[in-house]
Structure formats: structure tokens, C-alpha cells
């Protein structure tokens, strides 16, 4: 990698090679070498602070506003993306007492598949950006299918036909915004992914995006580590757009001194997921981490292998540090902390998230009652988008503390399906489960997973695992540490908040699986006439 380019004050403080057990004396002069992330979500702009030892020192945070043009569209101005960042960024900054100076470099994380088109000589957006659940493309996705092309898309991106990814959005660019297409065939138009366009920004016009981020757009194969241009080609969609791709780690150029007050080299760039996946310190195969948020999103790092799922799984890139590339299976569930939200504003039984927890402690168990909250449908592994949620097994001595039980009990047991069907697809069984997100805050849960699962849980002290990621791969590229593995262990020393150990029977864990697939079995539409 070359670094010549980057200024003084960039990788002339990181002393690559410096094995991180002695980096304190190591950087600028014995300071510590501070890491700026920027995490740019689906609600926020966020940029986040963090010590050499993985430390929060300062977060700034500023919501976007979400547009909705048409149901089911969904929007964000790529300006207000920008200029939130880049205002998160100074007040992280000053709120941490910092100068651009003492920072060794930044790291990029961000919503992923969201795309943006602009033009190369001004900068300027042609449109608003597409967000990730805008689901415009659905119609584009299902002429794809009928032409045949799954199997090849499936077989180079490792991903399904769905508006979800970034190529029915660019196409729905080329066509709505007049000129498009000919202008980028031409050359003048830039398509980004949120890091790109705040790579762009920052920089002042590299062009530039990740495996992580790459492996999202449905135009990258996978297996190549390049973009696939006979997909892009079907799709008619100008390779002239793409920006170049690059390891997650390593050499992003440099923000202009004018954003910060000097110049900062970025250094780590990676998607949502895969940055908490690194984050996590899951760089190994078989290693998983599980994000318990409004849905849940699970990756399983399955080392240099690309594994195709039997059970409706994603395979994605994983955030890259090295040349070599690295995979994931990744999986969601649709509703986890959402059924938690759906007992207080719905049925009005907690009033806040937090007291779902020793509401659910008061009773020994659920006693025989199941909440399947397929409220959007269910996911893998029974991806049935048509399913509608149930609460059964009532009886005239169920109360609220049981329900509270079971919506809790139904976020440990769908995740523990979708473990289990990675666990198929991959081969090989794991060791423990790193956990990250808001509801992970609930012991209980994590217990109930544990027990399930029959491995431990671990929940880190720091949670901001995501932007952790997206610092430690800028981290790496700087020389702060000497090699991922090196960085990992330290960090995972210092870093356990909990371990959650099962102290259930495998018996009892097969049991309630048992339990839990028949209470499915009852929301599937196919066992339902009313949706046929
Ligand atoms: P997102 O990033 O999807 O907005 P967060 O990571 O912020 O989600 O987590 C918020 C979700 O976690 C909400 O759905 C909320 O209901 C759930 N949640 C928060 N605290 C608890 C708790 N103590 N027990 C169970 N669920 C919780």
C-alpha cells in the first residue's frame, strides 16, 4: 500500500510495525493516537471519537430527515448526509478537546446499499439519494428474474432480486433524471454508496468504495473482488459509474484540511454490518456476531470461503484489511426489538423498553404461551413474506408477564433458527455469540439466548461496535496496530461487559425449538386459506 501521498500529519505519526503492546510510547511523540469514526446511519449522522484502546472520548450525533416522495419510497438529501457528517465530525471533535492533529486518521461506516449518482465536475447530486428500504426497484427486480438472470447474480454477488440492493435504484436513476445515462456512459457521473459520496466530500473527488459496502450494489463479484461488468452490462448500467474498489483498510486519500482544521488520512472504510462484525472482533471463521435492534442482523465471518446458503442466507463480502478477500453469511430477523415496542405502544402492557425485562423475570416461564411476531412476514430460514404474527397457546390464566415472556422469548428463539441455519450452511459449529444493539441491554434475553444456543453470549463494554470497526480498520492501516489478530486481542481483554453461560439442558433448548417452529407453522400462508 502506498502511503506517499498522504501528507505530514497522516501516517507520519503511525509507526507501522509497532506492536501494539508498546504503541503508547510509539505515536506522535507519546500521545495517544486518537481514531475519528464516521457513522452514518438510516436516522443519523454520528461521528464517534475513540482512544487507541477502543475508549469512547466524544460522540456527536444529528438526526436526517427521512423523505417520502410515494409509499414505499424512500429518500435522504445527499447535502444534509454531507454537511450532518461533517458538523458530527467538528463537535466530536472539539467536544473531545482535539485537534485534527492528534488524530492518526478516520474510518467510515454507513447505512449500506443507499445510492447516490453525482457529477463528477461539480460534485452535485442529480437526485436525492435512494434509501436502502426504498422498495421502487421491485418491479425492475422481478423483469431481471424473468430474463433469467438470477442464478448468474446470485452465483458472482452472493445476493437475491430485491430493490434492497443498489442496482434497481441506479437504474431507476439512469432512467427518471433526463441525460442521465448518456452522461454517465460519457463519463460525468459518479455513483456512490454513502461512504463513497463522504469519501468524495472529504477528499475533494477520490472516487473510491470498499469490498463491504461493494458487495451490497448487486454489480460486484464477489469472488473476483471486482465489479462484474457483464451484470453491469445486463442491467445497462455504464461501468463508467462505478467508483474503484479498494480494501477496507488502507488508503481512502486524505480530508482536506478545510473540514477539519488539517488534513486527516482515511484509513477504514466498511458497511453497517461488516464494521460491527470487525468491530466485534469476529475476523475468523466461525466467529458470529448478532445486532439486536428493531430487526436483527446476524453475520458469521466464514474466513476466505464464500458459502452459498441452503436456507435463504446472504453471502457478502466481509470488511477487508488484507488484499485477500474474507466472506460472511449474513441473515436477518424482521422483528426482534420491534415486538418489545409493539407491547408498549400496541397492547399498552409496558410503558417503556426497559420494563419488559423484570416484567418478563416474574413469571418462571411463558407457560405455554408464543408470540410470533411476523408482523412484516418471516425471514430466513422460512422466508414466507406473506406470514402474519400469532400469539397462541392462551389460556384464561395467561397474563402480561407471560406475553412479555414470549415476545422476549421469540427474539432469542427466531435468532437461534437463523444461527442454526448458518451453522448448517457453513459446517462448522461456533463457540460463543458476540452481541451488539439496544436490546441487548435486557439480561434476560441474553440469558434466554445462551440457554437456547447452548454457547456463551458475549456482550462487549463498549457498544458502539459499528464505528469501533470502521476505527480499528483505519487503525490498522496506520500502523497503530501491527496486525488484526494483534488488535483483537487486546481489545477483547479489556473489553467484556458480560458473558451471559448457558445453564440450560440441550434437552430443554430442542424442546422450546420444537415448541417455537410449531407456533410458526401456524402463521405460514400456506396453512392459512385466507392468504392464498
Ligand atoms: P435500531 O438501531 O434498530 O433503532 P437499537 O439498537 O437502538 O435499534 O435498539 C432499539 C430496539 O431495542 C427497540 O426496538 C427496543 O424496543 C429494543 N429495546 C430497547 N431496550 C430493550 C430492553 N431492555 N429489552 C428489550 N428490548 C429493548
Not at 466524544?58 to 444534509?80: F, N, T
Not at 437526485?127 to 438470477?150: S, Y
Not at 418478563?360 to 408482523?375: E, I, M, Q, R
Not at 427466531?414 to 441455519?421: G, P, R, W
Amino acid at each position: 500500500m502506498n502511503y506517499n501521498a498522504m501528507p505530514p500529519g497522516g501516517l507520519a505519526r503511525a509507526h507501522p510495525g509497532t506492536a501494539c503492546g508498546s504503541r503508547s510510547d510509539s505515536i506522535s511523540g507519546g500521545s495517544v493516537p486518537y481514531l475519528l469514526s464516521l457513522d452514518q446511519g438510516t436516522t443519523s449522522s454520528r461521528a464517534i471519537v475513540f482512544d487507541e484502546t477502543g475508549q469512547v472520548r466524544a460522540i456527536a450525533q444529528q438526526p436526517i430527515r427521512q423523505i417520502y416522495p410515494e409509499p414505499g419510497w424512500v429518500e435522504h438529501d445527499p447535502v444534509e448526509i454531507w454537511t450532518t457528517q461533517l458538523d458530527c465530525a467538528r463537535r466530536a471533535l472539539r467536544d473531545a478537546g482535539l485537534a485534527a492533529s492528534d488524530l492518526a486518521g478516520i474510518g467510515v461506516t454507513n447505512q449500506r446499499e443507499t445510492t447516490l449518482i453525482w457529477e463528477r465536475s461539480t460534485g452535485d447530486p442529480i437526485h436525492n439519494a435512494i434509501v436502502w428500504q426504498d422498495r421502487r426497484g421491485a418491479a425492475w427486480c422481478t423483469a431481471q428474474k424473468d430474463r433469467g438472470l438470477l442464478p448468474t447474480v446470485q452465483s458472482k454477488t452472493g445476493l437475491v432480486f430485491d430493490p434492497y440492493f443498489s442496482a434497481s435504484k441506479i437504474v431507476w436513476l439512469l432512467d427518471s433524471v433526463p441525460s442521465a445515462r448518456q452522461r454517465a456512459s460519457r463519463g460525468e457521473l459518479a455513483f456512490g454508496t454513502v461512504d463513497s459520496w463522504l469519501i468524495w466530500k472529504l477528499t475533494g473527488g477520490l472516487h473510491a468504495t470498499d469490498p463491504s459496502n461493494a458487495s451490497r450494489t448487486m454489480l460486484f463479484d464477489i469472488h473476483e473482488g471486482s465489479w462484474a461488468h457483464d451484470l453491469a452490462e445486463a442491467f445497462d448500467i455504464p461501468k463508467e459509474l462505478l467508483p474503484e474498489v479498494r480494501p477496507s483498510s488502507g488508503d481512502f486519500g486524505v480530508a482536506l484540511p478545510k473540514w477539519l482544521g488539517g488534513p486527516v488520512p482515511i484509513a477504514g472504510v466498511a458497511g453497517d454490518q461488516q464494521a460491527a462484525l470487525f468491530g466485534q472482533g469476529c475476523i475468523a471463521s466461525g466467529q458470529v456476531k448478532n445486532t439486536y435492534g428493531t430487526g436483527c442482523f446476524m453475520l458469521m465471518h466464514t474466513g476466505g470461503l464464500a458459502v452459498q446458503s441452503r436456507h435463504g442466507l446472504l453471502t457478502t463480502a466481509a470488511a477487508q484489511p488484507a488484499l485477500a478477500p474474507e466472506y460472511a453469511l449474513e441473515g436477518s430477523v424482521f422483528s426482534a426489538g420491534s415486538a418489545v415496542q409493539w407491547l408498549r405502544d400496541e397492547l399498552q402492557i409496558i410503558q417503556s423498553a426497559a420494563e419488559v425485562e423484570p416484567l418478563a423475570a416474574s413469571v418462571k416461564d411463558s407457560a405455554g404461551v408464543h408470540l410470533v411476531p411476523a408482523f412484516t412476514g418471516l425471514g430466513s430460514p422460512y422466508w414466507d413474506t406473506e406470514a402474519r404474527g400469532a400469539l397462541v397457546g392462551l389460556t384464561r390464566g395467561t397474563n402480561r408477564a407471560h406475553i412479555a415472556r414470549a415476545a422476549l422469548e421469540a427474539i432469542a428463539l427466531q435468532s437461534a433458527e437463523l444461527l442454526l441455519a448458518m451453522q448448517a450452511d457453513a459446517g462448522q459449529h461456533f463457540a460463543e455469540l458476540r452481541v451488539d444493539g439496544g436490546a441487548t441491554a435486557n439480561n434476560l434475553l441474553m440469558q434466554l439466548q445462551a440457554d437456547l444456543l447452548g454457547v456463551p453470549v458475549v456482550r462487549p463494554a463498549v457498544q458502539e461496535t459499528t464505528a469501533l470497526g470502521a476505527a480499528d480498520l483505519a487503525a490498522l492501516a496506520l500502523g497503530v496496530w501491527e496486525s488484526a489478530p494483534a488488535l483483537v486481542a487486546t481489545r477483547r481483554a479489556a473489553a467484556t461487559d458480560r458473558i451471559f453461560t448457558p445453564v440450560a439442558t440441550r434437552d430443554w433448548a430442542e424442546e422450546q425449538l420444537e415448541l417455537w417452529r410449531r407456533a410458526v407453522r401456524r402463521t405460514l400462508s400456506k396453512d392459512r386459506p385466507e392468504a392464498q
